[in-house]
Every structure is written in C-alpha cells, then in structure tokens.
C-alpha cells in the first residue's frame, strides 16, 4: 500500500514538474529570444540561424546610447523614467489618501462615490481619449511630460479598491485606542496607519510605476516632439531596418522595472508577514 | 422706458448683424477671388521661427542639417530661423495642426499632401514666384493640382520623383555573362534589360542553389506590383485619375501584367506573399541571397550600407568596402516586358514597364504664422544648388530638369519616364486610399496561387485573372461609393 502511494506521488511530483517547467519555458523563451536577439551582431532579424542570431555583439548596445541622431534613446528613457516617477509618488499618494479616507471615515454620499468609481472604472480609460486630447490642448499641456504625469496620477485613485480593502483590514480599534490617547486624525493616518501600511504602498507604488513606464496610448497621443517620446513611443517610431536596435531597447526598458521589483518586494513580504502576526 | 431701451437694444443688434454679414461676404469675395494674394503677401515676418518636417533618411544622412544652415544664413538678416519639426514623419496634420503642434513646411508624397488639402489644411501657393517653376515639368506640376469652383490651385512644390527602380548587385551575375546574357552585346545584361531572361536568370539561380533567389519582391504591395497592370493597359481612375466611377485595374489587357507577376513568383519563396521582402531586401540583396529587387530610389543609401556592411563583415576595410559596394550595387530602370505577357516566351515583342509613382515636395500648413517667410524657405530648398545637393547626398531623382539634365543617367532617366507617362502619378485624390486594401488581398491571392497545389489554383487562366482584377475594382468601387 505504501509502495503504491509513493509511486503515485513520484507520477504525481514529475508530472507536475514538467508541466511547471513546461509553462515556465514557454514563458521564459520569448524573453529570452528578445535577449538574444539584441545581441545580435548582423542587427537584422532575417539573417538568424534559424531562431537565433549567428553571432553577438555589443555593438547594438552602444549604438543604442551613442548614436542619438534619429532615435535618441538615452533622452526617452530619461523622459519614461521622469514620468514614471512622477507619476508613481503623485499616484500613489492621492490612491492611499482616496483608500484610506473611503475606508476610516463615513461620510454622505460615501456609498454613492464607491459605486460610481466602480462603474466608471469598468470602462476602458481609452475611451475618453478623444476629451482627453482636447482637454489637454485647451490646458497647453500636449508636448508637455508634466501632463502626462497629471493624468496618471489623476487616474490612479479610480483603482482605490483595493487598498481600501488593505485599510480594512486594519482593526479600528487601534484607531479608537489613539484617539482616546489624544491623537487627531491626521496623526492617526501617519503615525499609525501608514506605517502599519507598507505592503499596499509599495503594491501602489510599483503599479504606479509601471503602468506609465510601458504606456503607449496616451504618450503617443499627447506627445508631438520626437525629443519628448517615452521610450514605448519611441520604440514604435524606429525604422523598420532597425530590429536589433528595438531589441536592445526593450532590453533595457525592463532594468528600472527589475531592479525596483527586487528592492521593494522585501518590505510587501515583510509587511505581509507583520500584517500577518498583527492580525 | 422699458420698451425703448428694449427697441434700440434690438436696433443695434440687428445692425451688428448686418454689419457683421457684410463684412463677412466682402472678405469671402476678396479670398476667393484670390486667396494666396493676400496670404502670401511678399513681405516677410521677422524674427520667426520655422519648424521644417523632413523625411528621415533626409535627416539620418545629414542633408537637412546643411539645408537649414544654409537656409538660416541667408535669412539671418531676417531673423528668419529653421529648424527641425522633431516629428515624426507620418505626421497627422489634420488633428494637430489646428491645435497648433503641426510643423509649418512639410515634405511629403504627393498624394499625402492633397489628402491635406482637400481638407484645406494646407495652402495654395504662388509657385509661378518661384525659383524651380520653370524647370519643373507640367506632369509633377498637376500632382500638386486641386481644382476649386473653376480655379486650379497648387498645393504643393514638387522636389522628387518616386518610382519603382530595379536594384541588383553586378558580383552577383553569372562569369559567363558577356557572352551568354549579352545578347544585343551592348554590355548590359540581358536580365536586367527584360523580364524575360530575368525569369530565366531567377529560376536558374534558384534550381542550382534553393537558397538563392533571383528577383525577390512582395506582390502584396500594390505600389509596386499595379506597375505590371499599367503596362498592359491599366490605370487607377479613368479621366486623368479623378473620375472614380471609372477603376481601371483590369482595363485593357491588365490580365498579363498579374500573370507576369504570377509567373515571377513561382521563382520566389512564400515570402512574397505579405511584405516580408520589402522589409528584408536590404539584408538579404547585402548577403547575397537575393540577386535583385525593386524599391524606391531614396533607399540606395539604405541598401549602399547593408553592403558595406556585409564587405566589412568579410574582411575589408571600410575605404575597401565602401568602394566595393559603389562597384556593386546598381540602381537601374525596370526591365522591359514581352507584349504577350509570356515570360517564358524566346524573342518577344518588348514593351516598356510602367511603374506607379509619386512626387515628393514641400507644402505650407495652413495654420502656419508665417506663410512668407515659409514660402522663401521652399523656393530655397528647391533652388538647383539644394536640389542637386539632395540627390547627392540622398539619390533621389530630382523633379527639376536642370539638374536632372547635369546629373544625366538615371535622374534623366526617371524624369524622361515621368514626362513619357510612364510613371503614372498616383492620384490626388482623396479616394485613393481605398485602392490599398483591396489591390493587397488581390495580389496577395496571386502570390498564393503560385504555391497552391495544380488543382487548388484560382488563377489558372487569363480569363480567372481577368476576373480577378474585376472582383479587385468592385470592391474598391465599394469602398469609395458605398457610404456617399
């Protein structure tokens, strides 16, 4: 019987194994083909071997940041990183502030705001594209990084929910135990929640974050100036000769969204954890 | 009291009415009667700005760079600055333009610009002032043409003609070329004189080596592949290209031009079925897989140093490669055709290929502040110095005949053709957008044909191709007439 039961788990684990790693490659093999390919020597996607280039160079790398004539990559990215950036702390601020406020305080019409920012919600953000732009041009903000980073950062608390469900979590009775120690609200928010908070910031901010920095729609349509393009924008606008060089920049487009994921992830996991004894 | 105040309330807004509406129909009278007279006044706004869209490969070879800095020398006196738009070249000037984010000069195929100005958002100039009126050719002149109420307005300034040219590599040709693809002995091979032995030439390379193609080009795009249909009797839209109850892809015997394509493909690999070769041609004619393609001549350059390119990648320096690919690489007019439209055929009755193509120029937005000082930078950048400049450093074949004369070969060439109709302009029209979509699903049906077994063909006759073509202006015509 035990010999039985064990085979079955060896059967189970291996093919659950192969199945994982079978999900997992085809997952992991067009980001590693994309790889690959901006290290490309010949630059050109039709003289591959096949699925792989016949041989590599760093040569499209350094023609990404050098060669700035046509495509000045060095500035999109400097511009994709000034808005994602801008973005993501306006965001995240008025998202936390929108949750927690939805979530600690009742007021009238609080119920009424809840279900329309959930039916708006609902509605794809392109579909106001059109006001948008007029809205936009009206403001003097097309051809202008700041307003892209407005409506960003604007559009961010429509996604409040689920950081309000965070904040309930929360037990008021911590609150309550501050407010009859003499704390008004605002300090109750800072010293108390906020730090009790750091999980669901760091989830805003990182959503904050990379939704403006792999964005296409809106930059492209609010930004005119090929110097102004985000790096999204920009990629778009390379030639159709210029595969390795698009390549590369979708390289290294992800970095910033590497390097942020591995330095926050720590505290999501340790705020979860702490959330979790506390609770 | 009331009622007075409220009666000469009344008197004073129907006399501002009035006013108004006199001024109004006074002013309408005087633009209509002569709307670029009083745009294009001849007196020059100062200290200005003008932003200049150029076309990219204008701009990656470094001519427009010399063109503003001559241009802003000259004006200097002025205070008149040209500078680069910064944008992208496919431009949608009829959204941004009126909200003031267009550029004021831009540089674009014929048929974009009257696309613009049919939406009047572009003006009508006073070419007849300029430097290049003279030498540019009647038929470059009506790409740029719009008639209004009975007056013929000019939209825009030709620089260059576009069409397709035929493009090979002379170390690709047979040894023994001389003396068995020389046959009339006038040192040009026979292949890239006719379509005949280029057909022989593409199916030789190919059953020797199947990696090795001949001619390789995509039958979906219609830009290039309608040439054959012209040849043969076809034409866009009947009455100069402005009548379009009249689609005549399948007039005359346009049925042989897409049986020579059908028979072209049948050399060719899968490839030519969607736009996989214009986009790899650069690479592939450079390493040699293919011996020839068609493209337009503002991408020698883009072919030039893919070249260069691969004779660096071999071993030779770069003076070495350079040199070796001039050598090389050769831009030529497209091979005739047999009059029976059999590529197979000995001795054929040759025809002239005609190709459909384009006249890049220079327009003035309508929303511009500064018409005069835009209109002196055009009449400097057609000037003969700039123009011939621009096909040095660019290759295009320039619309003006002084220089197209000078530079000889090819730029006359092209120029003769154009004057000879054998460039048939693409229309002006706005209705001409809808010829794409339609032209692609019929050549790219012919391009399948060619690998579908015997008994699964669509095309296996004249008559099926004729059809073909019928069933392709239907379905144009229902584009264009279906919601008017």
Same mark, same amino acid.
């Given at each position: 019987m035990m010999k039985k039961l064990s085979v079955g788990k060896i059967i189970d684990a291996t093919w659950t194994y192969a199945l994982l790693l079978i999900v997992a490659f085809i997952f992991f093999f067009p980001c590693l083909w994309i790889v690959l390919a901006s290290f490309s020597k010949s630059g050109s996607i039709y003289s591959f071997d096949g699925f792989f280039p016949k041989s590599y160079s $760093?040569?499209? @790398? !350094? !023609?990404?940041?050098?060669?700035?004539?046509?495509?000045?990559? #060095?500035?999109? @990215?400097?511009n994709t990183l000034f808005v994602a950036v801008g973005s993501c702390l306006l965001g995240t601020f008025l998202t936390?502030?929108?949750?927690?406020?939805?979530?600690?305080?009742? @007021?009238r019409a609080r119920k009424t705001m809840m279900k329309t920012t959930m039916i708006l919600g609902m509605f794809p953000s392109f579909m106001g594209m059109t006001a948008v732009y007029i809205l936009m041009t009206q403001f003097g903000l097309i051809n202008q990084l700041w307003g892209l980073i407005l409506i960003y950062a604007a559009g961010a608390p429509m996604g409040y929910l689920t950081q309000k469900g965070f904040f309930d979590t929360i037990p008021k009775a911590i609150d309550e135990a501050a407010k009859i120690d003499g704390a008004n609200s605002a300090q109750i928010f800072w010293k108390i929640n906020l730090p009790l908070s750091k999980p669901?910031? $760091?989830?805003?901010?990182?959503?904050?974050?990379?939704? #403006?920095?792999?964005? @296409?729609?809106? #930059?492209?349509?609010?930004? !005119?100036? !090929?110097?102004?393009?985000t790096v999204a924008v920009g990629l778009m606008s390379l030639d159709e000769t210029e595969f390795a060089r698009f390549a590369a920049g979708s390289v290294f487009i992800a970095v910033p969204i590497v390097i942020l994921y591995f330095a926050l992830v720590k505290n999501m996991v340790d705020g979860i954890a702490e959330g979790a004894v506390k609770g | 009291m009331k009622r007075k105040i409220a009666l000469v309330l009344i008197g004073m807004m129907a006399l501002t009415t009035l006013a108004g509406c006199k001024s109004e129909s006074k002013e309408a009278t005087k633009e209509a009667a002569s709307p670029t007279n009083t745009i294009f006044t001849g007196e020059l706004e100062e200290n200005v700005t %003008?932003?200049?869209? +150029? *076309?990219?490969? /204008?701009?990656?070879k470094g001519y427009f760079d010399e063109l503003i800095k001559a241009f802003n020398k000259e004006y200097e006196k002025y205070g008149i600055t040209a500078v680069d738009a910064n944008m992208d070249q496919y431009l949608d000037l009829a959204n941004d333009g009126p909200y003031g984010y267009g550029p004021d000069v831009l540089y674009q195929a014929n048929d974009v610009i009257m696309q613009y100005a049919e939406g009047k958002h572009i003006y009508p100039l006073p070419v007849e002032q300029l430097d290049c009126y003279s030498q540019i050719p009647e038929a470059a002149w009506k790409a740029y043409q719009v008639d209004v109420e009975g007056n013929t307005y000019t939209c825009g300034v030709p620089v260059n003609v576009q069409a397709p040219m035929l493009y090979y590599r002379t170390d690709l040709l047979p040894e023994d070329w001389k003396s068995n693809w020389d046959d009339n002995k006038n040192?040009?091979?026979?292949?890239? +004189?006719?379509w005949n032995d280029m057909y022989a030439y593409s199916k030789e390379i190919h059953e020797v080596n199947p990696d090795k193609y001949g001619y390789?080009?995509?039958l979906y795009d219609v830009y290039f592949s309608s040439g054959f249909l012209f040849s043969y009797g076809g034409y866009i839209f009947g009455d100069n290209n402005t009548d379009t109850n009249d689609i005549g892809f399948a007039a005359g015997d346009a049925n042989k031009g897409a049986w020579v394509l059908s028979q072209l493909a049948s050399n060719m690999n899968e490839d030519c079925i969607d736009d996989t070769i214009t986009t790899n041609a650069y690479s592939k004619l450079a390493d040699g897989t293919y011996f020839a393609t068609l493209s337009t001549p503002d991408t020698y350059t883009t072919f030039y140093d893919s070249l260069v390119e691969e004779y660096e990648n071999d071993g030779l320096t770069e003076d070495e490669a350079r040199d070796k690919a001039i050598e090389n690489l050769v831009m030529t007019s497209l091979p005739k055709l047999p009059e029976s439209g059999d590529l197979t055929e000995e001795n054929p009755s040759l025809i002239d290929t005609k190709t459909m193509g384009g006249v890049n120029g220079y327009a003035i937005s309508s929303y511009t502040k500064c018409p005069n000082a835009c209109l002196a930078f055009v009449d400097f950048a057609t000037n003969y110095e700039m123009i011939k400049l621009r096909n040095e450093k660019l290759g295009i074949a320039p619309a003006?005949?002084?220089? /197209?004369?000078?530079?000889?070969?090819?730029?006359?060439?092209?120029?003769?053709?154009?004057?000879?109709? *054998?460039?048939?302009?693409?229309?002006? %029209?706005?209705e001409v957008g809808q010829i794409w979509t339609p032209g692609q699903t019929f050549f790219t049906d012919l391009a399948k044909d060619s690998f579908r077994p015997e008994s +699964?063909?669509?095309?296996?006759?004249?008559d099926a191709l004729k059809a073909g073509l019928e069933d392709m202006c239907n379905q144009i015509s229902d584009a264009i007439h279906t919601l008017e």
């Open positions: $760093v040569a499209t @790398f !350094k !023609k990404l940041f050098t060669d700035t004539t046509m495509y000045n990559y #060095p500035r999109w @990215f400097l936390i502030l929108t949750a927690y406020t939805m979530s600690r305080f009742e @007021f669901i910031i $760091v989830y805003t901010a990182l959503t904050s974050f990379t939704w #403006p920095w792999s964005d @296409f729609i809106l #930059p492209k349509l609010l930004l !005119k100036e !090929k110097d102004l393009y | %003008i932003q200049v869209l +150029e *076309n990219d490969t /204008a701009i990656s040192d040009v091979p026979d292949m890239v +004189e006719n390789m080009k995509s003006r005949e002084d220089v /197209a004369e000078e530079l000889g070969g090819l730029s006359k060439q092209m120029y003769e053709n154009l004057e000879k109709g *054998n460039v048939v302009l693409m229309p002006s %029209i706005k +699964e063909k669509k095309f296996k006759d004249l």
